[in-house]
Every structure is written in structure tokens, then in C-alpha cells.
């Protein structure tokens, strides 16, 4: 690694492995994060990436490799570039017995700031996560939502010129998860680096610039949102809710139409073509084999299709698995 | 400037949530009141024996105060991940863990002059040298304190944490001098005492209240410090051993 950051990268990773006994969490990976881009780090339930955040803020020890944060050479002491990081983890991690403004000056603090100014600042953040009536409420009496966006608070309580942000949505309510996009947007418009790991690849597709699929400790793939859209761009996708899983037809329907990719899944058949899809023959041929066909609609292809090919991992069991692990939560 | 704020931050915060709780006044004073009156009632003496046993019941105090609060804090933090706030935070592991141990080490010294306040009352405390009891209560709530870390580094449950600290607190009752002089415990038991660090603290509270210390008090001094830094050391490197993974 070079002794100064390259122009514009403020977060470089070389050759990063980290294992727990024998299990190797992450295996060599190498990526960087240019100064202000909002990366997204893509990955099912144990690819590595809250590995990846935990080494990178030094919370767990580097492997091997090397990192470096704004400049600063973090390999050896993992602490140096602490006071410009801040982290959102993927479980609230605040003080059940403090309220919520106790809680988010104890975290000012950790940082050094003064006491009029963590108070203020305190107050400017539960004004703009809409926490200001709970406030003097108890953090062990919060809700999940609200947990949540006092934990991302807290995060940013030190004005951070990098954040990092572990699955910041999974497991609250659609209301409560735009509000964290739209604050996460709100930061990167700012000027802000953010690093967010997520399992929702719509989330990632709509807030990032750049992401990083992760797999097994290994990233597959890193590149520019609008460059992996790219090559599906062209593509027809069309999508049909059916009463029949249609496994026993997947064959004689490739054979009736080659010019389409057929997928089967339980309850939908997708279909993907280089050209315009003509609906009326799909219909004809599913409803002679007695399957009902209750809906059709267009689709454009999407990151999670490039996530699907590039990766072979299915995002919906993706998501489903996770939210699960979160004890619920929807987008 | 930064780092101080931090740290006073980190220790009121403790101050507040843990030490004025009701576990802390039923293990920091009640309890080494209860024992103090049960060695008082068998020994069937008088208030003569109240200077005689006040170092023993200081030093109860102060170890029960510490070690039950820390090493089940430390654990808690743990356990709900609070104090990985503490590790983000940009302070140094050793500026962190002292001020995670101060309040603990202030608690332990608070509650030694709890039993000295009572003795008060109940005997002429004018003959105690107080220039050797105030830095001896210091040095035993710091070791006390190092010696509750050091336990709930050692484990991941709070429950173990409560098991392993009764496992070094109990036998120190009886081997480190509290209430039954070293002298008097059978020979091949006394190497215990003197491995144990709170055997020097009480051997300094006894020569400052009653002149009756076994050692050379400064011999006392020195061992009681040297505990307390490799404790704190064993404990750090415990700490980035096993909780920086």
C-alpha cells in the first residue's frame, strides 16, 4: 500500500483476511472508498461484512493485510483514525437506563465534546429523528424503530467524516426506514463517506454509487451502480403470478419458447428476453396446462438481477432470512 | 482536554447507573457489617476489640464494594454491547479502563470510611495515623477494583462473574489477615496469605491503627503497588486477548 492515500480514496483495504479459529470470516478481500461516495457492501447472513466494519473501526483484530483511513496507516493501530469514523452497528447498542438525551451526550462525550455543545447537538439530532417528545423517555422503553434511529444518532453525534453503517433498516417499520434513507441521503449530500452494509439491494441501488457484492468472505464483484446496471439495461423482464408452481413445466415451456430465459419459483414464472415479450402465447400455453395466471407486469431489471447472476444467491431468501434474524421489520 | 472529557464522562456515567444501586449496599456495606458483628458476638469482647477488628472490616468493605460491582458491570457491558461504544470510542484502552475502574476504586474508598465512621461512635480513634490508613484504603480500593477487572475479564457470563469473584473474595476473609492474624494460621497455609495482595493492605491498616503490623510498612506499600500494576497490565492485555477478537 502506498504511504498516502490515493487522490480521492479516503478508506483503502488490501488484502484483508480475518478468521475466528478456523472459521475465515473474511479471505483477502481489497477495495476502497473514495473521499465522500456512499458504498454499499452487499452480502447474504455471514458473507463477512460486519466483520469487515468491526476490523476496519478496531473492534476486532486485523488478520492480515492492510488499511488505511483518510491517510492514516490504521494496520498497526487500529485506534488512529477512531475520532473520524463514526458507526452505526446493526444492533442498538446504547445505555437502557439513560433517556434518550442522556444517551446521545454520553456518546458526544466520548468524543471530547464540550458540554454546551453535546447538548445542542443532542437536541438539533432528536429534532431531526423525530425523537424530541421521548427525549426524557428511558431507552429500554423505546420501540425498535426508534431504537434504532437514536442508535444512527448517536452514530453521528461527532459529525463524522465517515460513517459506517451496519444494516441500518433491518427489522423497523417502513416509516422509520425511509427516514434513515432519507438522513443517510441527507449526510452523503453533505459531503459525508458512508460505508453501509446491507442485504436489501433495492435500498443499496437507490442510495449508493458504487457497491461491493460480498460472498463467503470474498467480494465477487465491485463496481459503479450505473456499470452493473449496464448490461441488463436492454433486457425485458416480465413477471407472471401463477397458481402452479410450474416445475413439471420448465422444460416443455423452455422447448416451446428458446427465445426467452424461463425461471420457475413457487407462485411466479420470470421471463427475460432480448426482445419485446409477446404475453398472449405465455398465457395460451399455461392455461392449457390448468395454470392460472392472476397477473403479469413488466419489470426493469434491477441491481438484485445482476446480484442474482453474479453472485447465484436468490435475493428474496436473502432478505427473508435476514429479516427473520431481526425478528421481523418490513421496507 | 478531549480525552479528560471522555473519561469523566465514562466514570459518571458508572457512578450513576451503578454504584447507588441496591446490589452495591447490600454487598459494599451491609454485608461486611453483618460479618463484622458476627466476629464481634463470638468473640465476646467488648468496644476494646472495636480498633482491633476496624482494619479487617475497612478492608471488607472496600473489597466487597469493588470487586461485586465491577467485575458484574464490566460483564453486563458486555453482554448488551454497550461497551463496544466504549472501545469506538477515540481514547486509549488504558485512559478507558481507568476510567471504568474510578468510580469503582472512589466507591471502595467511600465505603471504607463507612465501618471507620460507625467505629467512631463506639471508640477513641485519636491514636490511628491517618497519613498511613488514607493511602492504604487508596491502594486496597485499587487493587480490590484491579482485582474485579481482572475477573470480568476472565469471564463472559455475569453469573460467572459473581462465582469467580467469591472464589478470590471468601478464602481472602480468612487468609489475608482480616480477622485472624496471619501469625496464628497453620504454616503450610501462609504462602497463600502472602501471594494474596490485600494481606499487605491490612498488614499497613493494622500498623496504622494498632501498630501491630507484621511487615515493614513500606516493604507493604511497595508490594500492594507493584499487585496493583500487574493486575491492571494482566487485565488490559486480557482485554485486547480476548475482546478485540
Known amino acids: 500500500m502506498a504511504d498516502k492515500a490515493d487522490k480521492g480514496a479516503i478508506i483503502q483495504v488490501a488484502g484483508l483476511t480475518k478468521s475466528y479459529g478456523e472459521v475465515l470470516a473474511v479471505d483477502n ?9 456512499l458504498f454499499g457492501f452487499l452480502g447474504p447472513n455471514g458473507a463477512g461484512k460486519t466483520t469487515t466494519i468491526n476490523v476496519l473501526t478496531g473492534l476486532a483484530r486485523l488478520g492480515s493485510g492492510a488499511i488505511q483511513i483518510s491517510g492514516i496507516d490504521c494496520t498497526r493501530n487500529p485506534k488512529a483514525a477512531q475520532h473520524l469514523v463514526g458507526i452505526v452497528p446493526d444492533e442498538s447498542n446504547l445505555y437502557p437506563e439513560l433517556n434518550g438525551f442522556e444517551n446521545l451526550c454520553f456518546c458526544a462525550a466520548l468524543y471530547g465534546m464540550p458540554k454546551n455543545e453535546r447538548q445542542a447537538r443532542a437536541r438539533e439530532l432528536l429534532d431531526t429523528f423525530g425523537l424530541t417528545d421521548a427525549a426524557n423517555r428511558k431507552f429500554a422503553g423505546y420501540s425498535k424503530g426508534m431504537k434504532r434511529k437514536l442508535t444512527f444518532a448517536a452514530g453521528i453525534i461527532h459529525q463524522p467524516p465517515i460513517l459506517f453503517l451496519d444494516e441500518p433498516t433491518t427489522g423497523i417499520d417502513v416509516a422509520s426506514a425511509r427516514q434513515v434513507r432519507q438522513i443517510i441521503a441527507d449526510l452523503h449530500r453533505k459531503g459525508t463517506t458512508v460505508f453501509l452494509t446491507t442485504h436489501y439491494i433495492e435500498e443499496a441501488e437507490r442510495l449508493c454509487e458504487r457497491v461491493a457484492f460480498i460472498v463467503n468472505g470474498r467480494i465477487v464483484r465491485t463496481d459503479r451502480i450505473a456499470d452493473l446496471l449496464q448490461p441488463v439495461q436492454g433486457k ?4 407472471l403470478s401463477v397458481s402452479d408452481s410450474g416445475g413439471n413445466l420448465s422444460e416443455e415451456a423452455t422447448r416451446c419458447f428458446p427465445q426467452y430465459q424461463l425461471q420457475f419459483t413457487p407462485g411466479q414464472m420470470r421471463v427475460e428476453s432480448e426482445e419485446t415479450v409477446s404475453i398472449g402465447p405465455l398465457i395460451r400455453f399455461l392455461e392449457e396446462r390448468a395454470v392460472q395466471v392472476s397477473e403479469a407486469r413488466r419489470r426493469h431489471p434491477s441491481l438484485e438481477d445482476v446480484f442474482v447472476q453474479v453472485t447465484g444467491i436468490e435475493a428474496g431468501l436473502m432478505r427473508k432470512e435476514k429479516e427473520k434474524a431481526a425478528g421481523g421489520g418490513n421496507q | 482536554m478531549k480525552r479528560w472529557i471522555a473519561f469523566w464522562a465514562i466514570m459518571g456515567k458508572d457512578m450513576r447507573l451503578y454504584y447507588l444501586k441496591p446490589p452495591n449496599i447490600s454487598w459494599g456495606i451491609i454485608f461486611p457489617l453483618a460479618w463484622t458483628g458476627m466476629f464481634f458476638i463470638k468473640s465476646g469482647s467488648g468496644l476494646e476489640s ?8 475497612m ?14 458491570t464490566i460483564t453486563f457491558e458486555r453482554r448488551s454491547r454497550s461497551f463496544e461504544r466504549l472501545l469506538l470510542a477515540p481514547i486509549s484502552l488504558e ?8 468510580g469503582a476504586i472512589l466507591f471502595g474508598v467511600i465505603n471504607a470510611f463507612v465501618p471507620i465512621v460507625i467505629a467512631a461512635f463506639m471508640a477513641d480513634l485519636s491514636g490511628i495515623a491517618w497519613s498511613l490508613v488514607i493511602p492504604a484504603i487508596i491502594l486496597i480500593g485499587i487493587v480490590s477494583t484491579y482485582l474485579g477487572l481482572f475477573i470480568a475479564v476472565s469471564v463472559s457470563e455475569v453469573f460467572e462473574a459473581q462465582t469467580f469473584s467469591n472464589f478470590f473474595r471468601f478464602p481472602m476473609i480468612f487468609l489475608c489477615g482480616l480477622f485472624f492474624p496471619i501469625m496464628a494460621l497453620p504454616v503450610f497455609i501462609r504462602p497463600l496469605s502472602y501471594i494474596l495482595p490485600i494481606t499487605y493492605g491490612v498488614d499497613i491498616l493494622h500498623g496504622a491503627v494498632s501498630n501491630q503490623n507484621i511487615m ?14 500487574v493486575l491492571f497490565v494482566l487485565s488490559l492485555h486480557n482485554i485486547k486477548r480476548r475482546w478485540i477478537l
Open chain 1, 236 to 239: 425485458n423482464v416480465l413477471i
Open chain 2, 50 to 57: 472495636v480498633l482491633a477488628l476496624l482494619p479487617g472490616v
Open chain 2, 95 to 102: 485512559l478507558l479502563m481507568l476510567a471504568k475502574t474510578t
Open chain 1, 29 to 37: 478481500i481489497s477495495f476502497q472508498v473514495n473521499r465522500g461516495e
Open chain 2, 59 to 72: 478492608t471488607i468493605s472496600i473489597l466487597f464494594g469493588t470487586t461485586s460491582i465491577l467485575a458484574v
Open chain 2, 216 to 229: 515493614p510498612l513500606s516493604l507493604d506499600f511497595l508490594i500492594l503497588g507493584a499487585f496493583c500494576a
